[in-house]
């Protein structure tokens, strides 16, 4: 009697074919797409404007990452005013190296990550090939390389997002581990409400979506998952502040900057409130407690901007309806949307390599809509991706509800590159087989609707919103940073390129002429500055500069001449008086001299400086 032969255990694959064929492609793909992302890295982690200086967000979370380090873990007093999972994420990883390189090959490591687990997700509800198509578009999206370079929040966006959307569509697979895996998925989704507050609207979609699916096992371990995420900042804010809240306090402010008299769908300065975190953590409140004449927590803070917008939107009903749609028109479209940084700049104006990672919302949202449309009747019948148009739609409206940044898109452009993918199998599959296969027939059947969402998709996409792309910000801040290094040739070449896109303006060819002047250009430089003031430049002590210059470079007629034509203004401090006197005085103006010094004195009475100006004057 023969031996029976060794059966295969249950847990093994159905299809050991198409295992083989996954099992040891997809490292060798990932790790193709970290080496580009190095590459790119590499190219622009040394770039002036990405290092964390200044007064953007990134100067802020590496200066909060410091205290951490420093022993001051709780970041008290208040409410945490940006949201903590990266500033304790950057502590972390500078507790091993304070290299900004490490922290960068992480970020690029987790982004590569993410795509794989793009990978999971679109296998798990699309299946393989589709699988293959979303991974090779998450891997061309530049945006998403671009910003594991950046030191702030968005680096983990779209790990997060991708790893929280893998585990839940592998949870809803039949299989011993789907408890562990909707649990995980809670917890990275709960993590993604500390990164990025807004997604708890998405979050808790997806927690009502289950339950409508009759899942309420997995609705309570999800809900679960997320709570354990929440609870230790939540326990932070109680010890610390005294006060209950899940996550940071600058949800009112963003509610207002997008909902009020003034807003355009995007970020629009708040009047009182220096644009920049720190700015906002300190003047939100002395604006609040100046209008309601009382002192206010953090929280109180937050409501007061929060009132402020939701009374205007009650008050103008049709203007913040309208304002709705355009915003959530900006969510879908291809145009970038800078804040911060310029994706543009970046990807077509440093010579990087993100010029070639080409995908981006132009083709993520119609063939994401597309792909969301061509899985519907699969998805009911599974009861899985339903989840993943549950997601797409309600994260775009939590963008919408306050306003809109290209960061704040990456969440949704992972989840369009998980539809993409099957928007793209669907379509050869339709015109790749006979029409006898079932598959096919009921393919083609909605090909109609699917063709229809992918219009409606591109039609958004391609709307020709007028909105800046940040590239001419970009070469102003680039500028700044030169001239502090006094590299004034490098600084000149910036300001030439910004003067291109905007000629008109007369800041930027004051600016530019004052550069050329330092560069060793004077009769260029002095031809724009003069042009510039002619023109009547907004800068305080812009004709000052332009006759200091002539002075310079040796035109003291010139300079005397047009010093001849200055007189003080109400808007002049005793100091721009006392310099411009003195300046005057060495040009060889006596009467010019005489009436700023005499300001200066009415402006600051018996200030010993202009009073001994004024006597060797006269």
Same mark, same amino acid.
């Given at each position: 009697?023969?031996?029976?032969?060794?059966?295969? *255990?249950?847990?093994?694959?159905?299809?050991?074919?198409?295992?083989?064929?996954?099992?040891?492609?997809?490292?060798?793909?990932?790790?193709?797409?970290?080496?580009?992302?190095?590459?790119?890295?590499?190219?622009?982690?040394?770039?002036?404007?990405?290092?964390?200086?200044?007064?953007?967000?990134?100067?802020?979370?590496?200066?909060?990452?410091?205290?951490?380090?420093?022993?001051?873990?709780?970041?008290?007093?208040?409410?945490?005013?940006?949201?903590?999972?990266?500033?304790?994420?950057?502590?972390?990883?500078?507790?091993?190296?304070?290299?900004?390189?490490?922290?960068?090959?992480?970020?690029?490591?987790?982004?590569?990550?993410?795509?794989?687990?793009?990978?999971?997700?679109?296998?798990?509800?699309?299946?393989?090939?589709?699988?293959?198509?979303?991974?090779?578009?998450?891997?061309?999206?530049?945006?998403?390389?671009?910003?594991?370079?950046?030191?702030?929040?968005?680096?983990?966006?779209?790990?997060?997002? $991708?790893?929280?959307?893998?585990?839940?569509?592998?949870?809803?697979?039949?299989?011993?581990?789907?408890?562990?895996?909707?649990?995980?998925?809670?917890?990275?989704?709960?993590?993604?409400?500390?990164?990025?507050?807004?997604?708890?609207?998405? #979050?808790?979609?997806?927690?009502?979506?289950?339950?409508?699916?009759?899942?309420?096992?997995?609705?309570?371990?999800?809900?679960?998952? #997320?709570?354990?995420?929440?609870?230790?900042?939540?326990? %932070?804010?109680?010890?610390?502040?005294?006060?209950? !809240?899940?996550?940071?306090?600058?949800?009112?402010?963003?509610?207002?900057?997008?909902?009020?008299?003034?807003?355009?769908?995007?970020?629009?300065?708040?009047?009182?409130?220096?644009?920049?975190?720190?700015?906002?953590?300190?003047?939100?409140?002395?604006?609040?407690?100046?209008?309601?004449?009382?002192?206010?927590?953090?929280?109180?803070?937050?409501?007061?901007?929060?009132?402020?917008?939701?009374?205007?939107?009650?008050?103008?009903?049709?203007?913040?309806?309208?304002?709705? #749609?355009?915003?959530?028109?900006?969510?879908?479209?291809?145009?970038?949307?800078?804040?911060?940084?310029?994706?543009?700049?970046?990807?077509?104006?440093?010579?990087?390599?993100?010029?070639?990672?080409?995908?981006? *919302?132009?083709?993520?949202?119609?063939?994401?809509? $597309?792909?969301?449309?061509?899985?519907?009747?699969?998805?009911?019948?599974?009861?899985?991706?339903?989840?993943?148009?549950?997601?797409?739609?309600?994260?775009?409206?939590?963008?919408?509800?306050?306003?809109?940044?290209?960061?704040?898109?990456?969440?949704?452009?992972?989840?369009?590159?998980?539809?993409?993918?099957?928007?793209?199998?669907?379509?050869?599959?339709?015109?790749?087989?006979?029409?006898?296969?079932?598959?096919?027939?009921?393919?083609?059947?909605?090909?109609?609707?699917?063709?229809?969402?992918?219009?409606?998709?591109?039609?958004? !996409?391609?709307?020709?919103?007028?909105?800046?792309?940040?590239?001419?910000?970009? %070469?102003?801040?680039?500028?700044?940073?030169?001239?502090?290094?006094?590299?004034?040739?490098?600084?000149? $070449?910036?300001?030439?390129?910004?003067?291109?896109?905007?000629?008109?303006?007369?800041?930027?060819?004051?600016?530019?002429?004052?550069?050329?002047?330092?560069?060793?250009? *004077?009769?260029?430089?002095?031809?724009?500055?003069?042009?510039?003031?002619?023109?009547?430049?907004?800068?305080?002590?812009? %004709?000052?500069?332009?006759?200091?210059?002539?002075?310079?470079?040796?035109?003291?007629?010139?300079?005397?001449?047009?010093? %001849?034509?200055?007189?003080?203004?109400?808007?002049?401090?005793?100091?721009?008086?006392?310099?411009?006197?003195?300046?005057?005085?060495?040009?060889?103006?006596?009467?010019?001299?005489?009436?700023?010094?005499?300001?200066?004195? $009415?402006?600051?009475?018996?200030?010993?400086?202009?009073?001994?100006?004024?006597?060797?004057?006269?």
């Amino acid at each position: 009697m023969g031996r029976r032969p060794k059966t295969r *255990p249950r847990s093994a694959p159905a299809t050991p074919a198409a295992w083989r064929f996954t099992s040891w492609p997809l490292p060798l793909f990932l790790l193709a797409v970290f080496l580009v992302k190095l590459a790119v890295l590499r190219q622009l982690g040394d770039h002036p404007l990405l290092q964390p200086e200044g007064g953007l967000d990134a100067a802020e979370y590496f200066r909060l990452a410091r205290r951490v380090l420093d022993g001051d873990v709780l970041l008290g007093p208040g409410l945490y005013f940006v949201s903590p999972l990266y500033i304790y994420f950057l502590a972390a990883l500078m507790s091993i190296s304070e290299s900004l390189a490490f922290v960068r090959g992480v970020q690029a490591a987790l982004g590569t990550a993410a795509v794989g687990w793009v990978f999971v997700a679109s296998r798990a509800w699309f299946g393989t090939r589709a699988a293959w198509f979303a991974a090779a578009l998450a891997a061309l999206t530049g945006v998403f390389t671009f910003y594991e370079i950046v030191l702030f929040q968005s680096s983990l966006d779209t790990f997060l997002t $991708a790893a929280g959307l893998a585990l839940l569509a592998a949870g809803f697979r039949k299989g011993p581990d789907i408890s562990r895996l909707i649990g995980g998925a809670g917890v990275v989704f709960g993590l993604q409400i500390i990164n990025r507050p807004n997604m708890a609207i998405a #979050v808790a979609g997806i927690a009502i979506a289950i339950v409508a699916m009759r899942q309420l096992r997995a609705a309570l371990l999800f809900a679960a998952g #997320v709570a354990i995420a929440l609870a230790p900042v939540a326990a %932070r804010n109680a010890i610390v502040s005294g006060q209950f !809240a899940l996550t940071s306090s600058q949800g009112g402010l963003n509610l207002y900057i997008g909902n009020h008299a003034a807003a355009t769908g995007q970020y629009v300065p708040v009047p009182g409130v220096t644009a920049n975190i720190t700015g906002q953590a300190e003047d939100t409140r002395r604006v609040a407690e100046q209008a309601t004449g009382r002192r206010l927590t953090d929280t109180e803070v937050s409501s007061y901007f929060a009132t402020q917008a939701t009374g205007w939107m009650r008050e103008h009903p049709g203007k913040a309806g309208k304002l709705f #749609v355009r915003k959530l028109a900006l969510v879908f479209n291809a145009r970038h949307q800078w804040l911060d940084f310029s994706y543009p700049y970046y990807a077509h104006d440093t010579g990087s390599w993100l010029r070639w990672l080409f995908v981006g *919302p132009w083709l993520l949202v119609p063939l994401g809509l $597309a792909g969301l449309v061509a899985a519907v009747r699969p998805a009911i019948r599974s009861g899985g991706s339903v989840l993943l148009a549950a997601f797409v739609i309600l994260y775009a409206l939590s963008v919408a509800i306050f306003f809109v940044a290209e960061r704040y898109r990456l969440p949704l452009l992972v989840a369009l590159c998980v539809s993409s993918g099957a928007a793209i199998d669907a379509l050869l599959l339709a015109v790749g087989r006979p029409a006898a296969d079932a598959a096919v027939h009921r393919a083609r059947g909605r090909l109609a609707a699917v063709a229809v969402a992918g219009l409606c998709g591109a039609v958004v !996409a391609a709307y020709p919103f007028d909105i800046p792309d940040g590239r001419y910000e970009e %070469r102003l801040r680039l500028s700044k940073i030169l001239m502090n290094r006094r590299d004034y040739g490098g600084a000149t $070449a910036e300001l030439e390129r910004a003067f291109a896109l905007k000629p008109g303006d007369t800041v930027t060819e004051f600016n530019l002429g004052m550069a050329m002047v330092s560069a060793g250009r *004077p009769q260029e430089g002095l031809a724009h500055v003069r042009r510039a003031v002619d023109h009547g430049v907004p800068l305080p002590g812009a %004709r000052y500069a332009l006759a200091n210059a002539m002075l310079a470079t040796g035109d003291r007629e010139g300079a005397v001449t047009l010093l %001849r034509t200055f007189y003080p203004e109400d808007r002049d401090s005793a100091e721009s008086c006392f310099n411009v006197g003195i300046l005057a005085m060495n040009a060889g103006a006596p009467r010019v001299a005489e009436r700023y010094l005499l300001r200066a004195l $009415a402006l600051r009475p018996g200030w010993s400086e202009a009073l001994r100006a004024l006597e060797q004057l006269r």
